[in-house]
């Protein structure tokens, strides 16, 4: 019951953070440091007050473990918010943060020694191939094709920095994963780590509140704070949900699960916001069907224990 709650949560909960996140976005292209710093706050006083009892709760885990984790998160979110001000099309980032789904499977059999049937491999194949199918067609577009919301064509030098900048994250956040399942959970308050370090993005971080207060007022509050409270609270619950899932399901059945989330996020992303859907985002919707489907059915007995047990 409430391994299927926690995976409704992570679907409306991560889709909803990523709505409030192009809203930001797009009210100001460079406010992504700002967000993440707001985040890294949220997380920090959250962690201080229920988790660390204002230190009174005793540290289990060595600090240069924690530190070494909180890095990790801290450069893997300001790598991604600096892809952003690179070019890169939300939809593309949306598949570079998926495209850990093959690698997840096969980093489970090298490193954990883990045993999966063949129908789970070519599930997870289906599933990437899909989603990539589908963003590739956005950046088609979004690249020589550019639309009435672009006033030109993206810069194809730019845009190759994005990708070399999502890839680096994409190798961090699959180590710091795999720490993460040994390291769990990570020490909200220590979040305060890298704090000190958003002084070198100041005046950036400065300038995005002028812009935050600028914005149209509702229910007394300017709209974009009233987003970015929204952001910050949709994503604390997406990963809460997720942690939970990680202790209860495969570390493959959560991947495919985010995946299948960032699916939704990329149609939100081409319905709601307007961005081009073609022939190509429908191959990519068929592939993410099968695979979903492949992933379902079910394995022999003795596949399924064998999984578990590993």
Same mark, same amino acid.
């Given at each position: 019951?409430?391994?299927?709650?926690?995976?409704?949560?992570?679907? %409306? &909960?991560? /889709?909803?953070?990523?709505?409030?996140?192009?809203?930001?976005?797009?009210?100001?292209? @460079? @406010?992504?440091?700002?967000?993440?710093?707001?985040?890294?706050?949220?997380?920090?006083?959250?962690?201080?007050?229920?988790?660390?009892?204002?230190?009174?709760?005793?540290?289990?885990? +060595?600090?240069?473990?924690? %530190?070494?984790?909180?890095?990790?998160?801290?450069?893997?979110?300001?790598?991604?918010?600096?892809?952003? *001000?690179?070019?890169?099309?939300?939809?593309?980032?949306?598949?570079?943060?998926?495209?850990?789904?093959?690698?997840?499977?096969?980093?489970? /059999?090298?490193?954990?020694?883990?045993?999966?049937?063949?129908?789970?491999?070519?599930?997870?194949?289906?599933?990437?191939?899909?989603?990539?199918?589908?963003?590739?067609?956005?950046?088609?577009?979004?690249?020589?094709?550019?639309?009435? *919301?672009?006033?030109?064509?993206?810069?194809?030098?730019?845009?190759?920095?994005?990708?070399? #900048?999502? !890839?680096?994250?994409?190798?961090?956040?699959?180590?710091?994963?795999?720490?993460?399942? #040994?390291?769990?959970?990570?020490?909200?308050?220590?979040?305060?780590?890298?704090?000190?370090?958003?002084?070198?993005?100041? +005046?950036?971080?400065?300038?995005?509140?002028?812009?935050?207060?600028?914005?149209?007022?509702?229910?007394?509050? +300017?709209?974009?704070?009233?987003?970015?409270?929204?952001?910050? %609270?949709?994503?604390?619950? /997406?990963?809460?949900?997720?942690?939970?899932?990680? @202790?209860? /399901?495969?570390?493959?059945?959560?991947? #495919?699960?985010?995946?299948?989330?960032?699916?939704?996020?990329?149609?939100?992303?081409?319905?709601?916001?307007?961005?081009?859907? !073609?022939?190509?985002?429908?191959? &990519?919707?068929?592939?993410?069907?099968?695979?979903?489907?492949?992933?379902?059915?079910? %394995?022999?007995?003795?596949?399924?224990?064998?999984?578990?047990?590993?």
């Amino acid at each position: 019951k409430w391994t299927v709650v926690a995976m409704a949560t992570v679907i %409306v &909960g991560c /889709c909803s953070n990523v709505v409030f996140l192009e809203y930001l976005i797009r009210a100001s292209s @460079s @406010s992504g440091n700002m967000i993440v710093f707001f985040q890294f706050l949220f997380v920090f006083f959250e962690g201080l007050i229920f988790h660390n009892r204002f230190g009174k709760t005793e540290r289990i885990i +060595p600090l240069k473990k924690y %530190v070494i984790m909180v890095m990790m998160h801290f450069t893997v979110s300001i790598t991604n918010i600096m892809a952003l *001000d690179c070019d890169i099309p939300m939809p593309l980032h949306m598949i570079f943060k998926s495209g850990s789904l093959v690698a997840n499977l096969l980093l489970g /059999c090298i490193v954990m020694k883990r045993s999966y049937p063949v129908s789970k491999f070519v599930a997870v194949v289906f599933v990437s191939l899909g989603i990539f199918i589908s963003t590739i067609a956005t950046v088609i577009f979004s690249v020589f094709h550019p639309d009435a *919301d672009t006033s030109e064509e993206r810069s194809i030098p730019t845009l190759l920095l994005g990708i070399s #900048l999502l !890839t680096y994250a994409l190798m961090i956040i699959k180590v710091s994963i795999w720490k993460a399942v #040994l390291i769990n959970p990570l020490p909200h308050s220590q979040h305060m780590i890298p704090l000190p370090f958003f002084i070198v993005i100041a +005046p950036s971080i400065v300038s995005n509140i002028h812009v935050m207060n600028s914005s149209p007022i509702t229910m007394g509050v +300017p709209l974009l704070w009233i987003y970015l409270a929204l952001n910050i %609270v949709t994503q604390y619950i /997406c990963i809460r949900a997720i942690f939970y899932l990680t @202790s209860v /399901c495969t570390s493959l059945t959560v991947t #495919l699960l985010i995946t299948l989330r960032k699916f939704v996020s990329l149609l939100i992303s081409v319905l709601y916001f307007g961005n081009r859907f !073609t022939a190509l985002h429908s191959v &990519g919707g068929a592939f993410v069907l099968i695979g979903t489907l492949l992933y379902a059915l079910p %394995v022999r007995r003795q596949n399924l224990q064998k999984e578990k047990s590993s």
